[in-house]
């Protein structure tokens, strides 16, 4: 169950992380710049990870940590849509 929990964590995980991460970059800097920064860098961060998630030894920890980054992310994406909601 771990291997599962490791694999599910590092491919979908690291996306989910890497995509809200951009998403902020998106809303809080210019928005043409993070969508070339998430053609090179995106594919870094996830490589990236996704190796963080096979280096841990429990595999749920992981996917705990990736959540709660992403729910960090989403509120920061919340709060960049209200205070900009033209954007």
């Known amino acids: 169950m771990q291997r599962f929990a ?19 970059l998106a809303l809080w800097v210019d ?9 090179f860098g995106g594919f870094i961060l996830w490589a990236v990870l996704l190796i963080i998630a096979f ?3 429990n595999g749920w920890k992981v996917w705990l940590w990736y959540l709660l980054v992403t729910g960090l992310l989403a509120i920061a994406i919340y709060f960049g849509k209200v205070a900009y909601p033209l954007a």
Do not use: D, N, P, W
Request: glycine residues 12%; without cysteine; positive net charge.
């Open 6 to 24: 490791k694999i599910s964590a590092g491919f979908a995980g690291g996306y989910i992380v890497t995509e809200a991460l951009h998403m902020v």
């Open 55 to 57: 280096l841990a030894r």
């Open 31 to 39: 928005a043409s710049g993070a969508l070339i920064t998430l053609r």
